[in-house]
């Protein structure tokens, strides 16, 4: 099954602990990216990556980084997480910036 | 930047109503995509529809490019219809970009 997998679900962590959030994909896509959802404010998106090793900033990239060693995969890294990064996060891809996007489950942040 | 408003931002119906949201954008886009967020957080592509239309069901959408805005018609309303519908465009200065508005909540009543 054509899917983008997210892990964890749900992740309650302290000020300052290093985190990471998983994402994967099987379509074979070129394009990835990360968004964090927000009440009132829509998605906004974080990171991006055209293809392997090519990544750029979207709109709020400030405390997060990304890499992408594989096609597949597209990991959101938080190195010291703050309390305003608390947030619903998706992971996204598609063939290209302009195809049609397939999202992840979601994952749920509490920094506390 | 390019700005993507959507309205109403909440909206209230009965189940069989009909509904338009609507997604103006500021700036040229090279395509448009249509999202519903389903009450369990899911998001679901509806629509890509840089131009013209499109339908599927009882959903259908118009995007007309050089007037800068989009619109979403669901017809015969279920409540499964319920929750939150975004678009997403991707901007014609910024081709690598994913902007999207803020979305319109919908409440299907039984």
């Known amino acids: 099954e054509a899917q983008v997998t997210q892990n964890p679900r749900y992740l309650i962590t302290v000020t300052g602990k290093k985190l990471t959030v998983t994402c994967s994909q099987n379509?074979?896509?070129?394009?990835m990216s990360w968004y964090r959802q927000d009440p009132g404010l829509g998605l906004r998106q974080i990171y991006y990556?055209?293809?392997?090793?090519?990544?750029d900033k979207g709109d709020v990239p400030e405390g997060y980084k990304v890499s992408r060693k594989e096609k597949r995969n597209f990991p959101l890294i938080l190195e010291s997480p703050s309390p305003n990064q608390t947030s619903l996060y998706f992971c996204?891809?598609?063939?290209?910036?302009?195809?049609?996007?397939?999202f992840g489950n979601g994952t749920r942040l509490t920094v506390t | 930047g390019i700005q993507v408003e959507q309205s109403p931002p909440d909206l209230i119906l009965q189940e069989g109503a009909n509904s338009t949201l609507r997604c103006n954008f500021s700036?040229?886009?090279?395509?448009l995509q249509w999202f519903h967020q389903n009450p369990w957080g899911q998001l679901i592509n509806l629509f890509y529809?840089?131009?013209g239309t499109k339908q599927n069901g009882r959903l259908s959408a118009t995007t007309v490019a050089t007037e800068r805005y989009s619109l979403l018609y669901i017809s015969s309303s279920q409540t499964t219809d319920s929750g939150v519908y975004f678009c997403?465009?991707?901007?014609?200065?910024?081709?690598?970009?994913?902007?999207f508005g803020s979305g319109t909540r919908l409440s299907i009543r039984p």
């Open positions: 996204a891809s598609s063939l290209s910036s302009g195809s049609p996007l397939h």
């Open positions: 990556s055209m293809n392997v090793e090519v990544t």
């Open positions: 529809i840089p131009s």
């Open positions: 379509m074979n896509h070129e394009y």
């Open positions: 997403a465009v991707n901007p014609y200065s910024s081709a690598s970009k994913i902007i």
């Open positions: 700036d040229s886009v090279n395509n």
